[in-house]
T-cell receptor, first 113, second 117 residues
Framework: AQSVSQHNHHVILSEAASLELGCNYS??????LFWYVQYPGQHLQLLLK??????LVKGIKGFEAEFIKSKFSFNLRKPSVQWSDTAEYFC???????????FGAGTTVTVRA | DAGVIQSPRHEVTEMGQEVTLRCKPI?????LFWYRQTMMRGLELLIY????????DSGMPEDRFSAKMPNASFSTLKIQPSEPRDSAVYFC???????????????FGPGTRLLVL
């Protein structure tokens, strides 16, 4: 079965610290990968996506993610977080001929000022 | 450029009442999704429409839930009768699907926060 797992349920860090959120997927065949962010009380917004090409993907707000096919991973990184990055982050995967987006359980990130 | 539009943004109702949630997808998108988000179950896909036709409604909880898409720019999700366990945030999302089924990115609306007392 297709699935997405996120390693951390809750991450707490200080401003200017580096952030890395783990994401692993289980899919047969070609897969498209996404990271969404949900700020408190708001909707899901697309941070970045990988369909093909350069496995290092740069997104909005200084985030990037690296697709490592051999490890079935798509980890999200940001070198220096800000208080405004406090949010819940969702990794998601979509088979290339599928419509059903599989979401991870989400990682809550709390950045302390 | 307008994104996905949902209304109402907040709904408080009493158990047994009918609730109707509305969604306007991004213009030109041909796929529409209704999701429900709760603390316990996370994000769940309720139903998927392609070209206004329901393709997968396996996520609809029970007969109390129904969804329609009368045209490419409007969809409704109805709960009748509503129950307290239906309290959640309901998101609508839209995307563009190609002829061979390839799906582009799903864009989410602001959601409707439903509280059933």
């Amino acid at each position: 079965a297709q699935s997405v797992s996120q390693h951390n349920h809750h991450v707490i860090l200080s401003e200017a610290a580096s952030l890395e959120l783990g994401c692993n997927y289980s899919y047969g065949g070609t897969v498209n990968l996404f990271w969404y962010v949900q700020y408190p009380g708001q909707h899901l917004q697309l941070l970045l996506k990988y369909f093909s090409g350069d496995p290092l993907v740069k997104g909005i707000k200084g985030f990037e993610a690296e697709f490592i096919k051999s490890k079935f991973s798509f980890n999200l990184r940001k070198p220096s977080v800000q208080w405004s990055d406090t949010a819940e982050y969702f990794c998601a995967a979509l088979g290339s001929n599928d419509y059903k987006l599989s979401f991870g359980a989400g990682t809550t990130v709390t950045v302390r000022a | 450029d307008a994104g996905v539009i949902q209304s109402p943004r907040h709904e408080v109702t009493e158990m047994g009442q009918e609730v109707t949630l509305r969604c306007k997808p991004i213009s030109g998108h041909n796929s529409l999704f209704w999701y429900r988000q709760t603390m316990m179950r996370g994000l769940e896909l309720l139903i998927y429409f392609n070209n206004n036709v329901p393709i997968d409604d396996s996520g609809m909880p029970e007969d109390r839930f129904s969804a329609k898409m009368p045209n490419a720019s409007f969809s409704t999700l109805k709960i009748q009768p509503s129950e307290p366990r239906d309290s959640a945030v309901y998101f609508c999302a839209s995307s563009l699907a190609g002829d061979r089924g390839f799906q582009e990115t799903q864009y989410f609306g602001p959601g409707t926060r439903l509280l059933v007392l």
